[in-house]
């Protein structure tokens, strides 16, 4: 059986085993999430994440003395799968909000539908910004948050020349096109930038490139997980020593790299190294719960985490899960977290206290840098 379907058949088991519950005695909460395709490296860490905050949230009461149940459905991390999930989530099993970290072409598929369902949507990804919707809010970093610390860093280091590499969709492009700028606005020169599909596994032909152009630096921006993986792999075999930085991995798929991941430079909102009271207190309940199967905790399942609380937080402010009425809370509420406090208050945007890591020969990311409260910019200056 494969690690996917294990996750499924726990995550059936864990309702069968919840017993019966009226539907008007829960709150439901949808989780759309890539178990399968590029995003399912990182995935498992993500539904973690929001099954110990669902715990911890039903052993003190639930939400309005209501008990908080997950629905997971896998988006196969793509457009077509987000349909599916987005539509059989929504109309069918009826949820009263959604809450998920997903590729930017699954949120992209997803958000026609969530306008249409006119369902409470916090997308808890790091993507490429400027993506708006009155029932969406967003608590991860956008690049006007991540991409300055590493470009300064690196011009710092001496970097004059950079070449950029990413996957062919919103994200990939994205990210890169304002690195790009703002490598130009800081005096730095793009001398290539190359793009490959989502599901690519052979870099072969844009590392030659590289090597041929000899940048003084490289960065990156894949969608998350496998293809981050394959190509750092291949980059490194291909003897590739300039400066790394990586625009899209997490810490959790860094330590699935192993050794190849040693020097790249990451920025990001978490890395669990924080010292914080309120990191330690999640990293210890994360370990209790899940013990050996833990997946290591990152930037992208940390703000699930403080999602499935920002959206407890707005029901209790809204006294009710009623779309309307919990939709503006949503801005309001403050959630105390593993990453600090977190307030979407910015055009449906957080401004994050950011950190600029390398990550180590073990996995782990030394913090360089700290930059508190940066803010998210200009994102949706139309919605309220």
């Not at 190509?231 to 590739?240: F, H, M, S």
């Not at 899940?290 to 699930?304: I, W, Y």
């Not at 309307?324 to 910015?346: H, Q």
Request: glycine content about 10%; hydrophobic content about 45%; aromatic content about 8%.
């Amino acid at each position: 059986m494969s690690a996917t379907k294990l996750l499924a058949a726990g995550l059936v088991a864990a309702g069968l085993f919840a017993g019966p519950a009226l539907a008007e005695d829960t709150i439901t909460i949808g989780i759309p999430v890539g178990l399968s395709g590029a995003n399912s490296v990182v995935a498992p860490s993500v539904v973690q994440s929001a099954e110990l905050a669902v715990e911890e949230i039903n052993a003190k009461g639930g939400i309005l003395g209501k008990k908080v149940v997950l629905e997971v459905a896998d988006d196969a991390s793509g457009a077509a799968g987000a349909q599916k999930a987005f539509d059989s989530l929504i109309f069918q099993k009826k949820v009263d909000a959604l809450i998920s970290m997903e590729t930017s072409a699954a949120r992209n598929a997803g958000l026609p539908i969530v306008n249409r369902g006119k369902v409470p949507y916090i997308y808890t990804s790091f993507y490429e910004g400027r993506s708006c919707s009155p029932f969406m809010y967003v608590n991860a970093w956008v690049p006007d948050q991540q991409v300055a610390p590493i470009v300064d860093f690196f011009n710092k280091e001496g970097a004059k020349t950079y070449f950029l590499i990413g996957s062919d969709y919103a994200f990939g492009r994205g990210m890169l096109a304002f690195t790009k700028e703002y490598i130009e606005k800081t005096g730095g020169k793009v001398v290539g930038d190359e793009y490959a599909p989502m599901d690519a596994t052979d870099w072969t032909a844009i590392l030659s490139k590289v090597k041929a152009a000899n940048p003084d630096a490289i960065i990156t921006s894949t969608a998350g997980g496998a293809p981050n993986v394959t190509l750092t792999k291949q980059l490194r075999a291909a003897g590739i020593k300039t400066l790394y930085g990586n625009l899209a991995v997490d810490e959790g798929t860094a330590k699935s790299m192993g050794s190849d991941a040693e020097g790249i430079y990451i920025a990001g909102s978490y890395f669990t190294n924080i010292d914080s009271p309120a990191n330690k207190a999640f990293l210890a309940a994360m370990e209790k719960k899940f013990g050996a199967d833990l997946k290591t905790p990152n930037d992208l399942s940390v703000p699930e985490y403080e999602a499935v609380y920002a959206y407890k937080a707005a029901v209790e402010k809204a006294g009710t899960t009623e779309a309307a009425k919990v939709i503006p809370a949503l801005g309001e509420v403050a959630v105390e977290g593993p990453r600090g406090t977190i307030v979407m208050n910015k055009q449906r945007h957080a401004p994050l206290t950011m950190y600029l890591g390398q990550v180590q020969a073990d996995g782990s990311v030394t913090i360089l840098s700290t930059f508190k409260d940066v803010d998210p910019g200009d994102q949706c200056p139309k919605l309220k």
